[in-house]
C-alpha cells in the first residue's frame, strides 16, 4: 500500500542529505503542492488535484496503465473480453479492504460503475463511462461490464 508520508520523508531526508543539510537540527518539514483538492470524490467535480492527489494514492482501478501504455492489473488481478468486444469479465483481487477494513466485493465495483455514469451523475469524467450499458454481479469477485459496440 503507498504511504505518502513515508515516500515525502524518505525524499526529504535524501534532499538534506545531498545538500549537507544536518537532519539532527531540522524539526519541520514543508511540502509544496500545486493544488489541494476540494473534497474527496472524485465524481463530483472537475478539480484536477482530484486527479493528481489521490488516483492511485487513495483510490485505484480495476487496471492501470503502466509507463509503456500497456494496461496492467489494478484491482482486477485479471479480465476476459468476449470475442465481439462487448462483454468486459473482472476478476477481482482477493483480500481488499476498504480504509474501515470491509472486504470489496464486485457490488462495490457495480455500485461505482453505476454511480458514475448514471443520468444524474456530475463526474467530469462522465464520457468515458458513456459505453457501458450494463454492470452485472456474478459473484463476489466476478463482474462483468456490458459495452455499447460502436
Do not use: C
Amino acid at each position: 500500500m503507498f504511504q505518502p508520508k513515508k515516500v515525502i520523508t524518505a525524499a526529504a531526508l535524501a534532499v538534506f542529505a545531498s545538500a549537507g543539510v544536518s537532519l539532527s537540527a531540522q524539526s519541520n518539514i514543508t511540502v509544496a503542492m500545486q493544488l489541494e483538492p476540494p473534497h474527496l470524490d472524485p465524481t463530483s467535480a472537475a478539480a484536477g488535484a482530484i486527479d493528481s492527489v489521490l488516483y492511485s494514492n487513495v483510490f485505484e482501478g480495476l487496471t492501470r496503465f503502466a509507463s509503456d501504455g500497456s494496461i496492467i492489473a489494478g484491482l482486477a488481478e485479471s479480465w476476459d473480453i468476449s470475442s465481439d468486444g462487448t462483454v468486459y469479465t473482472f476478476n477481482l483481487r482477493s483480500g481488499v479492504k476498504f480504509h474501515d477494513g470491509t472486504a470489496m466485493d464486485a457490488n462495490d465495483v457495480k455500485f461505482s460503475l453505476d454511480r458514475a455514469r448514471a443520468e444524474d451523475s456530475t463526474n467530469a469524467q462522465k464520457a468515458l463511462f458513456s459505453g457501458i450499458t450494463d454492470v452485472t454481479v456474478v459473484n463476489n469477485t466476478t463482474g462483468k461490464s456490458f459495452i455499447r459496440q460502436t
